[in-house]
């Protein structure tokens, strides 16, 4: 199956790359009902990130997609792709993208890049080479945030102001803590209130530093529980959940 891209929104879709390849330069992503989606996740999956958009946001397609199969799209190095789009003027790129089909779904085999002047074409890879796909049974347990202890909003300002307070000590961890109606981030030399308020009950959760580099610039509505953490934007259909360190005193 072959599938016409008019136009490609290029910053759109560098932001959206971006966004994944924080975990994984192993670009993978799905075409489905009106939305480009992508779960990518650590080795361990102790961090797995859910971005979503609307086709139309990134790719202006005339054609109708297929009814009740997914397009899978995988690149081995998603900083490929970022460099061959960086080829052509802002805006000014069509695609067309070469699909086999199989008994569940379509999978990429190529991508296109072209305009009047130039011609780049991309070849992809098995998605199943890169990891293992995530159902939307596993998707929805692993962003569950039913029985969260306490929420609270984690602004951009505060994500930049912790993640300058991480180079003060040497630890791996810091911990989120909700009592006396405040948020606080402590960590082995610093103290500091993320927020003056909280829903649910008191209590605290320890996290590994580097999980923070995986969250965008953005707002966040996050859901803390004794196992897990789950960072949902405000600003974009992201989702991420890393896993609370159970073994950090």
């Known amino acids: 199956m072959k599938l016409e891209i008019n136009r490609i929104d290029q910053n759109s879709f560098v932001d959206f790359i971006n966004r994944l390849k924080a975990i994984d330069t192993f670009l993978y992503f799905k075409l489905r009902t009106g939305a480009v989606t992508s779960a990518v996740y650590l080795p361990q999956r102790d961090a797995v990130k859910l971005h979503t958009v609307e086709i139309k946001d990134i790719f202006s397609i005339s054609q109708a997609l297929p009814e009740g199969k997914e397009l899978k799209v ?25 699909f086999q089909e199989n008994e569940e779904d379509f999978v990429c085999s190529s991508m296109r890049l072209f305009n009047n002047e130039l011609e780049i074409t991309l070849a992809c890879s098995d998605p199943s080479l890169g990891f293992k796909d995530l159902t939307d049974a596993q998707l929805q347990t692993i962003f569950d945030r039913e029985g969260s202890d306490f929420d609270f909003v984690l602004d951009t300002y505060t994500l930049g102001k912790i993640k300058s307070l991480f180079s003060l000590d040497k630890e791996e961890t810091f911990s989120i803590t909700a009592s006396n109606s405040e948020v606080r981030v402590k960590g082995k030399t610093y103290n500091y209130q993320a927020n ?54």
């Open 74 to 98: 995988a690149f081995f190095d998603a900083n490929k792709v970022l460099d061959a789009l960086k080829m052509f003027n802002a805006d000014q790129v069509q695609a067309v993208m070469e």
């Open 196 to 249: 003056q308020s909280f829903n649910g009950s008191a209590s605290e959760a320890t996290l590994y530093k580097k999980y923070l580099n995986l969250l965008d610039r953005e707002e966040y509505c996050v859901y803390v529980s004794g196992n897990k953490v789950v960072m949902k934007s405000n600003d974009s259909n992201t989702f991420l959940t890393i896993a609370t360190c159970q073994t950090a005193e």
